[in-house]
C-alpha cells in the first residue's frame, strides 16, 4: 500500500474551525494528491503535488488549501470547515504520477 | 476537461458467474486507464489497469478490455466468489498525473 499513512482517521469538529489532516508517505514519492469521496460522486481530486512546495488545484479545491515542506509529508488544511465538507478524505502517492497508491482514510464530520 | 460515467451502480451476481462493468470517458486523449477495489471501509486497491496502446490485459479471473474508438473501457470478472464483494471504480488520465474517476459499483456476490 505503498507505506502511505493518514491522521487522524476520524475527526468531529465544529462548522467554523480550522482543520487539518496529515499524510506521510514513505516510498520517496514526489507525486501526491488529495481527494474526496461522497456517495455517488466517486473520488474528487482536491489538490495534488508534483513536488515539495509545488502544488496545484484540483476539481474541488474551494475552501482547502495544501502545502508539502517534504517530500514525505502533504496537509490538507480546510481553514474555516463547513458542513458541505463533511466527506472521507483520502491520500494518495505515485512515483511518476500514474498509478496511483492511496492511504487508509480519514474520516470528516463538521458539524 | 474529462467526464467518466460508470455502469451499473449496483450489480449483484451469482457466486461462479462472471461480472461486467463498463465505463465510457469523453476526452479522446486519454490514454490511461485504471480500475479499483474499495472494500468497505477500506482503501481503493489498484487491481489492474491498461494503457491505450493495448486492447485487452488479463490477471487471473480479472480482465479489461478497451474500446478508443467507443471510448469505454469494461472490467470482467469471471468466477466470482464471495471476497470479490466491493465498490469497483474505474477511472481515466490523459497521462499526466490526473486522474478522473467514475461514480462506482457495488458488486455484491452471492453464494
Known amino acids: 500500500d505503498a507505506g502511505i499513512t493518514q491522521s487522524p482517521r476520524h475527526k468531529v469538529t465544529e462548522t467554523g474551525t480550522p482543520v487539518t489532516l496529515r499524510c506521510h508517505q514513505t516510498?520517496?514519492?514526489?507525486?501526491m494528491y488529495w481527494y474526496r469521496q461522497d456517495p455517488g460522486h466517486g473520488l474528487r481530486l482536491i489538490h495534488y503535488?508534483?513536488?515539495?512546495?509545488?502544488?496545484d488545484k484540483g476539481e474541488v479545491s474551494d475552501g482547502y488549501s495544501v502545502s508539502r515542506s517534504k517530500t514525505e509529508d502533504f496537509l490538507l488544511t480546510l481553514e474555516s470547515a463547513t458542513s458541505s465538507q463533511t466527506s472521507v478524505y483520502f491520500c494518495?502517492?505515485?512515483?511518476?504520477?500514474?498509478?496511483?497508491?492511496f492511504g487508509p482514510g480519514t474520516r470528516l464530520t463538521v458539524l | 476537461g474529462e467526464n467518466v460515467e460508470q455502469h451499473p451502480s449496483t450489480l449483484s451476481v451469482q457466486e461462479g458467474d462472471s461480472a461486467v462493468i463498463k465505463c465510457t470517458y469523453s476526452?479522446?486523449?486519454?490514454?490511461?486507464f485504471p480500475w479499483y477495489k474499495q472494500e468497505l471501509g477500506k482503501r481503493p486497491q489498484l487491481i489492474i489497469d491498461?494503457?491505450?496502446?493495448?486492447g485487452e490485459k488479463k490477471d487471473q479471473r480479472i480482465a479489461v478490455t478497451l474500446n478508443k474508438t467507443a471510448k469505454h473501457f469494461s472490467l470482467h470478472i469471471t468466477e466470482t466468489q464471495p471476497e470479490d464483494s466491493a465498490v469497483y471504480f474505474c477511472?481515466?488520465?490523459?497521462?499526466?498525473?490526473?486522474?478522473?474517476f467514475g461514480g462506482g459499483t457495488r458488486l455484491m456476490v452471492k453464494p
Open positions: 494518495a502517492s505515485s512515483d511518476a504520477g500514474l498509478p496511483q497508491y
Open positions: 516510498e520517496n514519492h514526489r507525486y
Open positions: 503535488s508534483y513536488g515539495v512546495k509545488d502544488t
Open positions: 476526452d479522446s486523449a486519454s490514454n490511461y
Open positions: 491498461i494503457r491505450s496502446n493495448v
Open positions: 477511472a481515466a488520465s490523459k497521462g499526466g498525473n490526473m486522474l478522473t
